[in-house]
């Protein structure tokens, strides 16, 4: 068994800053892909940014520059920094992780609970 859980979310004024974290804990072997997901209600999910174990990261047009998706691979938590926030970030925040639990074992992908972030004045 498996857990994410996200946390950091609050109300901010338009350009200001948050910082989520997401911690897994469970039977985990390794992680692949850890990243952040965001919804507004009525409108699919769609990816912020994601990290692999490796480092590498990728990042939705919307918020490159302004977001910054970072992990601790020690203690399988993944963070998001996010700075100049606008009205339209508004949304909650799921973060993902791709689960190997065991050796050569299938991945799994798990999610955080979610956590709200507004961007209002």
């Known amino acids: 068994q498996v857990q994410l859980v996200d946390s950091g979310g609050g109300l901010v004024q338009p350009g200001g800053s948050l910082r989520l974290s997401c911690a897994a804990s469970?039977?985990?072997?390794?992680?692949?892909?850890m990243g952040w997901y965001r919804q507004v209600l009525g409108n699919q999910r769609e990816l912020v940014a994601i990290?692999?174990?490796?480092?590498?990261?990728n990042y939705a047009d919307s918020v490159k520059g302004r977001f910054t998706i970072s992990r601790d691979n020690g203690k399988n938590t993944v963070y998001l920094q996010m700075s100049s926030l606008k009205p339209e970030d508004t949304a909650v925040y799921y973060c993902?992780?791709?689960?190997?639990?065991?050796?050569?074992?299938?991945?799994?992908?798990?999610w955080g609970q979610g956590t709200q972030v507004t961007v209002s004045s």
């Open positions: 993902q992780a791709d689960v190997a639990l065991q050796p050569r074992g299938n991945r799994y992908r798990y």
């Open positions: 469970g039977s985990i072997f390794s992680i692949d892909v």
């Open positions: 990290v692999t174990s490796g480092g590498t990261t």
